[in-house]
């Protein structure tokens, strides 16, 4: 053998092997106590991103430029989506977990302000839906809005005072 082809074979397999370590090295940092609440280990064999591949793709709708329409759609999804996790199962099935997951998916996707949805994907990607209980959900919608709110300068909401604003109404049926 070549001493060049030697060298070939050596680096090649310093390579192939030192893959494995550098994808760990590359992952998202997390740690803050946050980031540990968004990105639950309940969820880490079940993300909207493994279920079901061809649920993935880009944003569909274009830029929303009237400001008054923008915040109104907001308002209302924002009530739709904490009301919805307030009346999601405590112990939801699989089917279940994977239906939430991929509406909020689709969610990101269809928004009907572009660039809302742009930025919301990018918050998916770094903290995957939580589905694995009602609080789980509930208490990781409040933390998305949370960053929303934070990325347009809108005051933090607490919380811990997600049942009281958004009731589940449970006891009624
Ligand atoms: C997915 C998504 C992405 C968006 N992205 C953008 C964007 O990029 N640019 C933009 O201009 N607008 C965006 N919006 C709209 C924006 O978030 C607001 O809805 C809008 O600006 C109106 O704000 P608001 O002050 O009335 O309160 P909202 O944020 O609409 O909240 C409504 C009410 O919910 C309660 N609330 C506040 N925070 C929380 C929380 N963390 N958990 C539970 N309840 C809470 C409060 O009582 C508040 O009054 C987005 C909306 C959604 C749903
Ligand atoms: C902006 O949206 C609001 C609420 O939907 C509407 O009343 C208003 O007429 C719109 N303005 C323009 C310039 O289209």
């Known amino acids: ?39 639950n280990n309940n969820d880490k064999g079940l993300t909207w991103q493994d279920q079901d591949v ?43 977990r994977v239906a939430l997951a991929q509406f909020i998916h689709l969610l990101s996707r269809l928004y009907p302000c572009g660039e809302c949805a742009e930025h919301f994907q990018t918050l998916l990607q770094k ?14 919608a409040c933390a998305i809005h949370n960053k929303v709110n934070e990325r347009l300068g809108k005051p933090i909401f607490d919380c811990s005072d997600i049942e009281a604003k958004y009731p589940c109404g449970c006891e009624l049926e």
């Open 127 to 140: 903290f995957p839906p939580q589905t694995s209980s009602r609080i789980a959900a509930s208490q990781w």
């Open 54 to 96: 061809s649920q993935s793709g880009g944003v569909i709708m274009n830029h929303m430029g009237n400001a008054t329409a923008k915040a109104e759609l907001g308002r209302s999804t924002w009530k739709l989506f904490h009301t919805m996790m307030s009346r999601y199962p405590e112990q939801p099935s699989d089917d279940e």
């Open 1 to 39: 053998m070549k001493k060049s082809h030697l060298t070939i074979a050596v680096l090649g397999c310093f390579l192939l092997f030192s893959g494995t370590f550098w994808i760990f090295y590359f992952r998202p940092a997390q740690g803050t106590p946050l980031s540990h609440l968004l990105t």
